[in-house]
């Protein structure tokens, strides 16, 4: 029947070659997708539903008899004629499809009806008399089953208006479509009636039979249950079939006894602590089919926990991101008693925002397994471990099982994998591993008793020749024989097989043995040779694919004359597939490795990798195009703010039921296979046209997908493809447009992950407006944009520009690879990059519990596999660098010194005074004593050696009372000491800055004082060799460096910190001293193979040194690199990562390939803003703000309506405060130098200029009265009060500070009354102050409200004169009353801890701070104010109106309506962001980092969001 069909793929195939040539994928346009995989039709499938219900009824059952059929020997025949009618249905409907062989088939039916009768009589002749009742309705089914396919196969003939045999059984007419309800009714009736016999006859006749279909019945329902997706949302993806390992073959019966019974008796073996049995072997030697057959065993015996396999067929199954999940659902499963526990975890897991591995599998597995009762063993079983495609997953599995399993005795873990490095030196040292020795593969045994039981079983209707043929041919090797199994029981050509077979010589080697039999397998596929282009493109798309792909989906892929599930079908010797929507499986990837060798081996079926790719390439991108489009869920809705991706619930689920397989994966990949590719130009200009028509819509939709990570990956390598292309002579406009592709993703994509919509708002609006992939994005989407006005230019770098930090930045770390880097920042915030892409690797680590650390100690391993940082609370972390998951987090340790990470980051040193303690994190032992320091020493610091047999502790003798700081020199292993040295102490008791530098070889060590002594030392024998004492006595060496090859070492130092100086490492002699910058070296390092040294100064030059002659070279760097700050370089020189004055809390990552990077002209001049030094107004031009200049003493005054410079002023001195009179008419100014301008804003005319006591200094402030006619100042511990109505009189008052401290002294003023009366102030200390203006009494009425630092600002009411509101701590508002004393009425409790002005109403009733109100008509009793629209009287404030508007977590919300309005984007995030934020009344400002305005009305947004 099969060469039936394939003479009939054969008809086909030449009628669509002779019309139409095979046409190159890239030139064939991919029909539109459809959004549902399962709804595709194969194009020759167009068969009647009542058939295909009929048909698939049918083979349905028999399927199910013939199952039952197994459990016993008496119903053998029964087997067979099953076999035989679920082969006649798929028969039937096979050929259906190929209306043009019903002839044939006709026969063929008709022969396979006469074996059924035969079989029949066999099993009659045998049956006793519990049996007739069977016979009769087996008899019943028959006949039915018959009718009605011979009925439908009629009916099909008929349609055609074909002539076809006439079936001798068949004489029924043709069937109507409202007949069938009666047809599926007569089977329905003769099944139930044979299905309730069949197990009548088998509960008669086989003892314990329907004990056992009872577990299996169970178990099946078990297995369902974890598939359910109302208990998991992941588990009705296909991935969960391959997790399970439900796609794996079992053990032939008598087949792996000797291994299957170590295994069991490993299980039943109670009281030994091996709970880990691993199965380890070779590739291709059956480790998976054993660990399906016994994870079966358990699960019918109700002993299994869970189950997991990896495999390179399903994403998911690649990485140990979704382990924990799967198994536990697999454990809710299997039992029942631990569902709720597990359940509730994995929803308190899945809110959270990420859980590591370590965690996940404690509260997940572990804990839910410890709280079964009883002593019964339950078994997790993990295969193929090897196929997780990071070893630090690996290891990290590894290591959590290896920590846990002990505290939990009763779970047990049966692990298979490839003997890989990393797994086995996990488990060679662990006690907890069993079955390490095993074997799978003998070669010196050439019985293979295993093989010789799975070929007898498989192919018992060949030859015993051919089948011994076929074992000696094996060689043993499970992969060989399974391959040759499946090739000849999917083809009707043995023959020609088994002679290839035999043709291979005994001896060849096993790799020209399996390429043979790969060879015969594509040979016997390809019926017609014309279709071997069309064969050859399904492999290549089953090849080239960076994740499994279903027939369903290729077929997406490629034209509609190729039909993919064919050719699968015929492949099926090296591909398993059983459903056309199920994932194609490549059997082993030695077949991969064939087909993609060389012309020689493969032999006329070689793929090329770079040409599938750009084929795969074609595909994706058509399909994207097809596909994508402006708000792709449709989830606008008119009158509302845009959602971010957490307000659409189950987006997951909207995304997998909306979009199909296909349009999934070309979106993830395209831009991997591009790169892949080796991208033509021809390409190259598909991929600039999508860019230009759906960039924007793919980013959106990959938002959605929680997929942005992807997108960074698969642009970075683009972008290099696009470059290379650039060098090559090709358009350097495409390579701009790839990069701002890329960089667009980078420097948004904080907004793109929260809300995909934004992407065509705030993002999209800050982008370069000359940007040739932008430009037309901005006109299109113009109706999205917001109401944003700014002259502010965006400008892109042709570096990365890395974010996500909030403050300053102290910290940049590479790794010894330079692919990852660490930055930390002030606030004890870690983020790891991936140099290569500019993604974030991992979750970036906060220490937002403690406030913000000041001391990150951050540190890689050796080989750069992990890093490890210790915060300022004495917390140890270490992770992984290729992913960020942690190995080891939170660990805390005591005492005065801080903990210690080995150069392998592999144990901690830290001391419990007196003894030195080591604690080794990888395997999770229990810490060990190293040894006792001497007798009253305290430690305060530990150094560790390279090699890591020496280490230094550095601490004093507090009982001694002396001046000396002491460092001992130990042997670890022994911690017998080498040597001590005493250093005397020039500084506080408690003040210990001593550093000790090992250099790479461990042969030396340097010890800093801060006494400026500095001591060369051998390491071996603690040998002083050179003692230096060059430099003034408090004076301190700034870094020691030694050269990783060679022996010198180098050093700045504080005094002459422009210079560097380079000495033997052997005798400590002056070799030279590097001069030529102009400023302060702030990073230097050498070359890896030691002959140079790089230095970068803040005179913002890197200059290159030859080490042994100390000349200058050539530099890596030239030009301005950004007025560098923080840096760090690589250790190949090939990158380096900078921050800079005006950007201090971004890192500027730099590829010095070229020789020539960084900046080709100045940045601007530093323009800095904060909260005391401007204040939003207006003037008669408009609403204005004015910013203070930093580095040019300026005052720029900014126009908010245009955006634009209205004009700039240069006082005498740095403009230190700022601010706007209420009436608009007056600006005001204050120096450095206590000098105060106050300027017509209209004319910028000086109208008066007032000095102070001259004392210079940046504190300081200046406001007017609310009638804008007085003017006061204060400045360090003076303030002063002006009448601009008489301003040549003296001051109307004058206070200074009642500290008599001059260190001290300081007095601030806030507010002054609306009458003019009273002003409120603070004075140094813990007094609020309220004095009487021009009063000769000098007396004030004051009372304490906490130390000064508490009090924030202070506003009068407008009504009352005497009510005063004072902000403190930001945390409380006190409301007093202002009499003969003051009287404290209430305080308000503020829910947040943030800067923000505090206004009345106009009418005096209402009280704001920031976007929180009160209406405080009873004082005493505030009560907080709620509504669509803030109270009206705040909009008759005037110029200075109060806005409702607020800055949090990134975005814009308002109070009045209650809503969330925009996103900030990262760039503008600046460190201390409420400084450089402001409002006036629905608008909002920030500053850009050039100190321009940018202006964002959110008028037109509030008025939308009150209509709703």
Excluded at 92 to 101: I, W
Excluded at 547 to 566: A, H, K, R, W
Excluded at 587 to 609: K, Q, W, Y
Excluded at 712 to 720: C, F, P, T, W, Y
Aim: with cysteine; proline share 4%; net charge negative.
């Amino acid at each position: 029947m099969k060469a039936l069909f394939k003479r009939d793929r054969k008809k086909k195939q030449k009628q669509t070659s002779e019309s139409s040539s095979y046409v190159p994928l890239e030139l064939q346009p991919v029909p539109g997708a459809s959004t549902d995989d399962t709804n595709q039709q194969h194009p020759r499938a167009q068969a009647t539903k009542s058939y295909e219900d009929a048909s698939e009824l049918s083979e349905q059952f028999f399927g199910i008899v013939k199952e039952i059929s197994e459990a016993t020997d008496l119903l053998s025949p029964l087997k067979s004629a099953c076999a035989l009618m679920v082969k006649g249905i798929q028969t039937m409907r096979t050929v259906h499809r190929n209306k043009a062989t019903w002839m044939e088939l006709c026969d063929e039916v008709e022969q396979h009806l006469q074996q059924l009768e035969v079989h029949r009589s066999e099993l009659q002749e045998r049956r006793g008399d519990e049996s007739n009742s069977c016979l009769k309705a087996l008899a019943h089914y028959f006949s039915t089953t018959a009718d009605v396919i011979d009925n439908v196969a009629k009916a099909g003939s008929e349609e055609d208006g074909k002539t076809l045999l006439s079936i001798k059984r068949a004489g029924m007419a043709q069937m109507e479509k409202d007949e069938f309800g009666r047809y599926r009714e007569m089977m329905e009736n003769a099944w139930q009636a044979y299905s309730i016999e069949v197990k009548r006859l088998i509960a008669l006749k086989v003892k314990d039979v329907g004990d056992q279909l009872e577990k299996y019945e169970k178990a099946d329902t078990r297995a369902m249950s974890v598939r359910n997706p109302e208990n998991d949302d992941s588990m009705f993806r296909p991935d969960s079939m391959i997790a399970y390992g439900d796609r794996v073959d079992f053990c032939e019966e008598g087949t792996r006894v000797e291994i299957l019974d170590a295994i069991r008796n490993w299980a039943t073996s109670s009281g030994s602590t091996r709970q880990i049995f691993w199965l380890n072997d070779a590739a291709g030697t059956g480790k998976s089919t054993i660990a399906a057959t016994i994870a079966n065993e358990w699960l019918i015996d109700n002993r299994l926990a869970g189950r997991f396999f990896f495999s390179p067929n399903s994403r998911a199954t690649q990485t140990t991101k979704e382990f924990c999940r799967f198994v536990a659902n697999d454990i809710a499963r299997n039992q029942p008693s631990l569902a709720d526990t597990i359940q509730d975890e994995i929803k308190s897991i899945s809110s959270e925002q990420h859980v590591w591995f370590d965690i996940q599998l404690q509260r997940l597995i572990i804990n839910p397994v410890g709280k079964l009762e009883g002593d019964k063993c339950i078994f997790i079983v993990v295969d193929a471990l090897d196929n997780c495609v990071l070893n630090e997953e690996r290891v990290g599995l590894l290591n959590s099982f290896v920590r846990h399993l002990p505290s939990v005795l009763h779970l047990k873990l049966l692990l298979t994998s490839r003997p890989v490095q990393d797994i086995a030196d996990v488990l060679a040292s662990s006690p907890l591993v069993h079955g390490s020795d095993l074997q799978l593969f003998n070669v010196r045994n050439s019985h293979h008793p295993d093989v010789i039981l799975y070929v007898e079983k498989r192919l018992m209707s060949i030859s015993l020749e051919d089948r011994a043929m076929i074992i000696a041919r094996s060689g043993g090797l499970f992969l060989y024989a399974a391959t040759v199994c499946r090739m000849l029981e999917r083809s009707r050509h043995r023959t020609d097989i088994l002679k290839i077979i035999s043709d291979v010589g005994a001896t060849d080697k096993l790799e020209q043995r399996m390429d043979t039999l790969y060879l015969s397998v594509l040979k016997q596929a390809l019926i017609d040779r014309d279709a071997g282009g069309m064969m050859m493109s399904v492999l290549s798309m089953i090849i080239a694919a960076y994740q499994p792909l279903s027939s369903n989906t290729i077929s997406q892929f490629l034209p509609g004359n190729i039909y993919v599930e064919d050719f699968v079908q015929d492949l099926g010797g090296v591909l398993k597939d059983g459903h056309p929507d199920r994932p194609i499986k490549v059997l082993h990837p030695t077949f991969r490795e064939f087909i993609l060798s060389n012309v020689d081996r493969a032999n006329g079926f070689l793929l090329h990798s770079a040409q599938s790719a750009a084929e795969m390439a074609y595909a994706c991108i058509s399909t994207l195009e097809h596909m994508l489009e402006d708000d792709l869920f449709h989830l606008i809705k008119p009158g509302q703010s845009l959602p971010r991706n957490d307000d659409i619930k189950d987006v997951d689920l909207l995304v997998h039921k909306s979009v199909n397989a296909a349009e999934r994966y070309a979106s993830a990949f395209w831009a991997h296979h591009v790169a892949a590719s080796e991208a033509s130009q021809d390409l190259l200009s598909r991929v600039i046209t999508f860019l230009s028509r759906k960039y924007m819509n793919w980013v959106e939709f990959m938002s959605w997908r929680g997929d942005i990570g992807v997108c960074i990956e698969g642009l970075s390598r683009l972008q290099r493809v696009s470059t290379d292309q650039v060098g090559s002579g090709n358009n350097i406009q495409d390579s701009v447009i790839v990069r701002h592709a890329h960089q667009f993703i980078v420097q948004h994509q904080s907004i793109i992950i929260d809300s995909a919509l934004q992407t065509y708002c705030m993002a999209l609006f800050f982008t370069p407006p000359e940007s040739p992939l932008f430009g037309g994005y901005r006109k299109r989407y113009r109706d999205r944009q917001p109401d944003i006005i700014t002259s502010s230019i965006v400008e892109w770098e042709d570096h990365v520009v890395l974010g996500g930090h909030s403050t300053a930045i102290d910290q940049l770390i590479f790794s010894p690879d330079g692919s990852r880097l660490i930055s930390t920042d002030l606030k004890g915030r870690l983020q790891l990059w991936d140099t290569e892409t500019g993604g974030l690797v991992g979750r970036p680590f906060d220490d937002t519990f403690h406030g913000g650390s000041f001391d990150i100690r951050c540190t890689f391993s050796r080989t750069g596999d992990r890093f490890g940082f210790i915060t300022w609370t004495k917390e140890v972390h270490i992770r992984y660098s290729i992913n960020g998951e942690p190995i080891v987090q939170n660990m805390q340790f005591l005492g005065l010194c801080y903990p210690i990470l080995s150069p392998a980051v592999t144990f901690i040193l830290f001391v419990d005074a007196p003894s030195v303690l080591r604690r080794d994190v990888i395997y999770g032992r229990e810490p060990q004593v190293v040894g006792v320091t001497e007798n009253g020493f305290d430690v305060y610091q530990i150094f560790i050696s390279p090699n890591e047999e020496m280490i230094v502790c550095v601490g004093d003798f507090p009982d001694r009372h002396d001046s000396a700081n002491h460092a001992f020199l130990w042997k670890l292993n022994t911690f017998s000491r080498v040597a001590s040295y005493s250093m005397t102490r020039r500084s506080s008791p408690y003040y210990v800055t001593v550093d000790v530098i090992f250099s790479p070889d461990s042969s030396r060590l340097v010890i800093c004082h801060p006494g400026c002594t500095f001591l060369l030392c051998e390491t071996q024998t603690g040998r002083e060799i050179s003692l230096f004492q060059e430099f003034a006595s408090f004076d301190r060496i700034g870094s020691v460096l030694f050269c990783p090859h060679g022996q010198y070492f180098a050093y700045t130092h504080l005094r002459n910190s422009s210079w560097i100086i380079l000495r033997e490492q052997e005798t400590g002699g002056l070799i030279a001293t590097l001069k030529g910058h102009t400023k302060p070296i702030i990073y230097y390092s050498f070359s890896s193979d030691g002959r140079r040294l790089a230095s970068i100064s803040y005179d913002q030059t890197v200059r290159v040194w030859e080490v042994e002659t100390g000349a200058p070279l050539e530099t890596i760097l030239r030009g301005y690199t950004g007025d560098i700050r923080v840096c760090g370089l690589s250790s190949d020189w090939g990158q380096l990562a900078s921050t800079s004055r005006t950007n201090r809390h971004r890192v500027h990552l730099y590829s010095l390939n070229g020789g020539i990077v960084g900046h080709s002209d100045i940045e601007p001049d530093d323009i800095t803003v904060t909260s005391k030094h401007v204040i939003l107004g207006a003037a008669f031009v408009g609403p204005c703000i004015a910013v203070r200049s930093g580095s040019n003493r300026g005052l720029q005054l900014w126009d908010t309506t245009t955006a634009s410079r209205i004009e700039s002023i240069f006082p005498t001195d740095y403009v230190v405060g700022v601010a706007f009179s209420p009436d608009g008419m007056l600006i005001a100014a204050l120096t450095e130098s206590s000098e105060i301008w106050v300027l017509n804003s209209e004319t910028l005319k000086i109208l008066h200029f007032f000095t102070m006591t001259k004392v210079y200094s940046k504190d300081g402030g200046l406001f007017f009265s609310p009638n804008s006619e007085l003017l006061a100042v204060y400045k360090s511990g003076s303030a002063h009060i002006w009448n601009l109505r008489t301003p040549n009189r003296p001051p109307v008052f004058r206070q200074f500070s009642l500290d008599t401290d001059t260190e001290n002294d300081f007095i601030k003023l806030s507010a002054i009354s609306s009458d003019n009366a009273r002003v409120a102030g603070v004075d140094e200390g813990d007094k609020l102050l309220v004095w009487k203006i021009g009063s000769k009494d000098k007396a004030s009425l004051q009372t304490t409200i906490g130390e000064y630092y508490t009090y924030i600002s202070a506003v009068f009411s407008p009504t009352e004169k005497y009510l005063l509101a004072v902000v403190k701590l930001l945390s409380t508002i006190s409301l007093w009353r202002v009499g003969e004393e003051l009287q404290l009425l209430t305080d308000i409790s503020l829910p947040e801890s943030i800067p923000s002005r505090i206004s009345f109403s106009s009418d005096g009733r209402y009280l704001a701070y920031g976007s929180l109100c009160w209406d405080i008509i009873t004082a005493v009793t505030p009560l907080p104010y709620s509504g669509e629209s803030s109270p009206p009287s705040f909009n008759s404030i005037g110029l200075h109106a109060h806005s409702f508007l607020r800055y949090e977590d990134g975005w814009i919300y308002s109070a009045f309506p209650p809503c969330r309005l925009l996103p900030i984007p990262t760039e503008f995030r600046k460190v201390d962001f409420a400084d450089y934020w402001y409002t006036s009344g629905e608008q909002a400002i920030f500053i850009d980092r050039r100190g321009r305005p940018i202006v964002i009305d959110c008028s037109s947004m509030l008025a939308q969001a009150r209509q709703r």
